[in-house]
């Protein structure tokens, strides 16, 4: 039913009636009790509204941590879907691993995807992002690098770049060269920036480095992350596997 519904404002979706391949994750705003569409929770009575939702492949060969994204129109404008986005990628760094949206992209979810690239890559520079280290080395008990090097070391490769927002490698450069802050140095891709031209791009470029998820309120079914990680570990030892299933869209939009 999701998939249909969104067929209904995504012009480039495709739908396959085999859903069991994907994850479907909804999002709910509280509302007031008069609000049109929302329905009552038996636990509390507490009334929701259906704002938009996000689905992903259990397993995927490209390491796609996205396959559809919609937020009803509604509640467009209001930063929703930059935390569906967000909790995409969060969810990706517990798997220990990096990825990013089915490609390609329409130009709506380039504009989505490119605005949540430059805010989470500044805020790694500015050493936003060793809080965020910490709870998933709490939460998931991974280390993939060290929280103390990230704040004394301020020289970024894209490799480590990638680790710490898991996005991947291509999006990484291309954000970087976006924003004008790629260089090299021995004929490597290196960032060294200073806070203040950092300061000056996000002036530009009207970033708010400070929006961020409130990790203290993500409940994750570990179940169902192991679950994910078997199944891409089958998928990378099969080389004959294919995601040719698709309960999504061909396009994140």
């Known amino acids: 039913n999701l998939c249909l519904l969104s067929k209904l404002f995504l012009d480039q979706k495709t739908i396959y009636y085999d859903i069991g391949g994907f994850l479907f994750y909804v999002l709910l705003s509280k509302q007031p009790a008069t609000a049109v569409g929302s329905f009552s929770s038996p636990a509390d009575a507490t009334e929701y509204t259906f704002v938009g939702y996000f689905s992903k492949e ?4 490209e390491r796609n941590n996205l396959a559809c994204i ?3 129109p509604p509640f467009r404008g209001q930063s929703y879907g930059q935390l569906l986005i967000e909790l995409s990628y969060e969810l990706t760094k517990m798997e220990g691993t990096i990825g990013g949206p089915e490609q390609p992209l ?8 490119r605005s949540y690239w430059r805010r989470a890559i500044v805020q790694a520079l500015l050493g936003v992002l060793p809080q965020a280290e910490k709870y998933l080395r709490h939460s998931c008990g991974r280390k993939q690098h060290s929280s103390e090097d990230v704040v004394e070391q301020r020289v970024f490769s894209l490799s480590r770049l990638a680790q ?3 996005i991947r490698i291509e999006d990484v450069l291309f954000t970087l060269e976006d924003l004008g802050l790629l260089g090299n140095w021995h004929g490597k891709h290196m ?3 200073a806070d203040d031209t950092i300061q000056q791009v996000i002036s530009t470029r009207r970033i708010n480095p400070g929006m961020r998820m409130d990790f203290n309120g993500l409940q994750v079914d570990d179940d169902a992350i192991q679950e994910s990680l078997s199944e891409q570990e089958s998928n990378d030892s099969d080389p004959n596997s294919s995601n040719s299933d698709s309960g999504s869209s061909a396009d994140s939009s």
């Open 191 to 193: 960032v060294c920036i």
């Open 58 to 61: 259990k397993s995927s060969v």
């Open 164 to 166: 710490l927002t898991g």
């Open 70 to 72: 919609l937020v009803l």
């Open 106 to 113: 329409s130009s709506q979810g380039f504009h989505s995807y």
